[in-house]
């Protein structure tokens, strides 16, 4: 029995992510594996020292992207629950930034959902980190978001 | 035919590097009726020439969904210019 997608947790957050509540909440009864991700903050970055780092995000636009996200897992895989959390502002080393759990009867369907709720999270939803250094700031480098196809200016090849 | 509307106006968003060389975050811009989001940015592109090399590598969202460069524009729309994303 699929539980709907009205059971998942979808969040963003200005403190630390309560990771157990995260994991309290995908867990029922029906449930044979709980996979969990926990994206961290890494102190370095192409070899140089980082400090910090600052999140911010298109928030209304990164809630929709988040919950499609969440919805395309459920049509995916057979799962039960998912909950994704991702921070904004300021974070230190080894906090946590982002983290997803993701609860299923089986495990193979729990690993492979997380998997792709956060490969999907990291090219799709408008959130972007500054990555502070001793020397200075600068916007991380990141993915292109997949647009439709503009139909008369020009086409890309995907 | 009811009033004939001069333009229209759209609520326009930037993000990240974006937000620093466009010189904030918000703003409310008045277009001529049937515009694109291509000439919504072109008119930032005039005040901010420096904005044109990010044209290739960012991508226009419309009332949060992504949106193609030819999308045209609704009253009251919500445009946001969207640099790569680096979130997770």
């Known amino acids: ?158 | 035919m009811s009033s004939v509307t001069s333009s229209i106006q759209v609520r326009v968003l930037f993000f990240g590097r974006l937000k620093e060389v466009a010189g904030g975050a918000e703003e409310f811009v008045e277009l001529t009726p049937g515009s694109r989001i291509e000439e919504l940015f072109a008119t930032f592109v005039a005040r901010r020439p420096e904005l044109a090399r990010y044209r290739s590598s960012l991508v226009a969202s419309r009332n949060q969904e992504f949106a193609a460069w030819s999308t045209p524009l609704q009253p009251g729309d919500e445009i946001a210019f969207l640099p790569p994303v680096s979130g997770g």
Request: proline residues 5%; glycine residues 6%; hydrophobic residues 40%.
């Open chain 1, 1 to 158: 029995m699929s539980i709907p997608p009205s059971d998942d947790l979808i969040l963003l957050v200005r403190n630390v992510i309560d990771t157990d509540a995260l994991i309290r909440h995908v867990r029922t009864g029906a449930d044979g594996a709980i996979v969990t991700f926990d994206g961290c903050v890494r102190n370095q970055s192409h070899g140089r020292r980082t400090l910090y780092l600052d999140y911010e995000a298109y928030e209304s636009m990164a809630l929709a992207k988040m919950r499609e996200i969440a919805a395309e897992v459920h049509a995916k895989f057979p799962i039960d629950r998912v909950a994704v959390a991702h921070r904004l502002g300021r974070l230190e080393i080894g906090e946590t930034s982002v983290f997803i759990a993701v609860s299923a009867p089986h495990r193979a369907a729990a690993f492979d959902a997380c998997r792709y709720a956060i490969d999907t999270l990291k090219r799709s939803v408008p959130i972007w980190k500054k990555e502070y250094f001793e020397d200075g700031a600068v916007w991380a480098d990141g993915e292109l978001p997949p647009v439709p196809q503009d139909t008369q200016i020009r086409k890309r090849a995907s």
